[in-house]
């Protein structure tokens, strides 16, 4: 093989086995890194087929074609593929190193095949698999050191108040309603956004809170039995919540009996002292425990705002959606264990701020828009359906891909409530594509298989007056 051959087929080899592992990592990212959710819970399996296996296949299988097979079909698809996620890979640290070992890897191997006599196809599979074991090594070794750090540093913290937030609704809006009220008197800090996985959790810690924080709000999510135990036999908080529970990520979970008793799994905080349960969970009594989800009373939700009754309390917050009510009733209950009085709670209810993402009212160009984008639940989805419907405008238009991680029941629950409520459905993604076309029954359905196109339809379909609810925006791969 003349230089020029071999030179050309070292550089593809290894343009070739990072792309493989580009796609790997990405999806290993969705997945929280494991790779046996990766298999057999992805959503878009045939992915794996276009993108990883037939590539592979056709590297043992073409020969001397590879190279336009490669340069001329393959590497253009993954970069199309690339450029159309809405959720693109995150370049952390951990991927870095992943990325890093996996080029070394196989320009090492590479080196020794071309040094090598008679070698006449450099190796994919083999960098690949040591670069994910070895990553994972890496990964398992740092996060023990990690954990260790961070334990260390909330021991430190002698008077620290830690709160542990669960449950399959709504655990980020309690969580943030919780910080925002109690700010008033204590130095708070809350785990932002969506973190809520043990690995998130410790890098928080490490990164981001405050040596002075007086109360530590902790978010906690779950996708199998024993998440929840590893969370909070971690940060030991002496005050849990329990959210409102339900068919989310039942996929995972099997059953709603497996749900509760994974959501349950906090009780067990070796320094708990007072714990808040949602009625849908359980009513069993205990000593620890406050009931929440039955309190409020008058309760009138529209899109001005929520006024509602609470331990005879009038109040009213701009915060959109009746569902909200029973998040912002924990939250009262622990700013009174906390010693905030109701004159204060009054006020501060009153001042709460919306959840960005989750019925967040904009108006823009003479429409309103309801951005529900991070509620992924039935009765989040329901209520701002509901919003909707009390708007006396033009048309009311619908942006959704369904319930994800749910059940058909469910779906079909969402449909109908679809179907008396608004004249364009817009789905997007394949997902629940089949569902909804079947079942919906509305003026006019139109489906996306990605949001691409979705701001030139909702600019030619929509005008001023029209009001828009974005219900539960999934990413792509989903």
Not at 183 to 197: D, E, M
């Amino acid at each position: 093989m003349e230089d020029y051959e071999v030179f050309v087929s070292f550089i593809t080899n290894v343009v070739f086995v990072t792309m493989l592992g580009w796609y790997l990592i990405t999806n290993l990212q969705w997945y929280d890194y494991k790779l046996s959710r990766v298999i057999l819970k992805h959503h878009k399996p045939q992915w794996h087929l276009i993108y990883f296996f037939i590539p592979f296949i056709a590297y043992h299988t073409t020969g001397q074609f590879f190279l336009i097979f490669f340069y001329f079909a393959i590497l253009p698809a993954l970069f199309i593929w690339n450029k159309k996620l809405d959720k693109k890979l995150v370049l952390t640290w951990r991927v870095k190193r992943f990325l890093i070992l996996l080029v070394s890897l196989t320009l090492f191997q590479d080196v020794l095949c071309s040094l090598k006599d008679g070698c006449s196809t450099y190796g994919v599979f083999m960098p690949l698999a040591m670069a994910y074991i070895g990553s994972h090594l890496i990964e398992k070794y740092l996060f023990m050191v990690y954990k260790k750090q961070a334990k260390q540093k909330l021991s430190d913290m002698k008077n620290l108040q830690i709160i542990a937030i669960t449950g399959s609704y709504g655990k980020t809006s309690i969580k943030n309603f919780v910080a925002q009220m109690l700010s008033k008197k204590y130095k708070v800090y809350a785990t932002p956004r969506s973190v809520n996985t043990l690995g998130g959790i410790i890098g928080d810690i490490n990164n981001s809170l405050p040596t002075d924080t007086d109360i530590y709000i902790c978010e906690a999510g779950a996708r199998e039995i024993g998440d929840i135990y590893e969370i909070t036999t971690f940060v030991e908080p002496q005050t849990v919540v329990v959210g409102k529970v339900g068919e989310a990520h039942i996929e995972y979970f099997g059953s709603l009996e497996n749900i509760i008793a994974t959501k349950l799994e906090i009780m067990q905080s070796p320094r708990l002292q007072n714990a808040f349960i949602h009625t849908s969970v359980t009513t069993e009594p205990h000593e620890k425990v406050t009931f929440f989800g039955d309190g409020v009373s008058d309760l009138e939700a529209t899109l001005d705002g929520t006024d509602f009754k609470l331990d005879g309390m009038k109040l009213h917050t701009d915060v959109l959606g009746a569902f909200q009510t029973m998040n912002i009733e924990v939250a009262v209950k622990i700013a009174k264990l906390f010693m905030i009085n109701d004159e204060e709670i009054i006020t501060l209810v009153d001042r709460l701020k919306p959840i960005e993402h989750r019925l967040e009212l904009i108006k823009a160009g003479g429409k309103i828009i309801l951005d529900d984008g991070y509620n992924g639940n039935i009765d989040g989805m329901l209520e701002g359906i509901r919003l909707c419907s009390l708007h006396n405008g033009r048309k009311k238009v619908i942006v959704t891909p369904g319930l994800v991680e749910s059940s058909e029941k469910l779906n079909l629950k969402l449909i109908d409530a679809i179907n008396n409520t608004f004249d364009i459905v817009i789905v997007t993604g394949k997902l629940n594509a089949k569902l909804f076309d079947e079942n919906l029954d509305v003026a006019n359905k139109i489906l996306l298989e990605d949001k691409s196109a979705l701001t030139s339809i909702l600019a030619s379909h929509t005008k001023e007056g029209d009001i828009i609810l974005f219900a539960n925006d999934a990413p792509n791969f989903i």
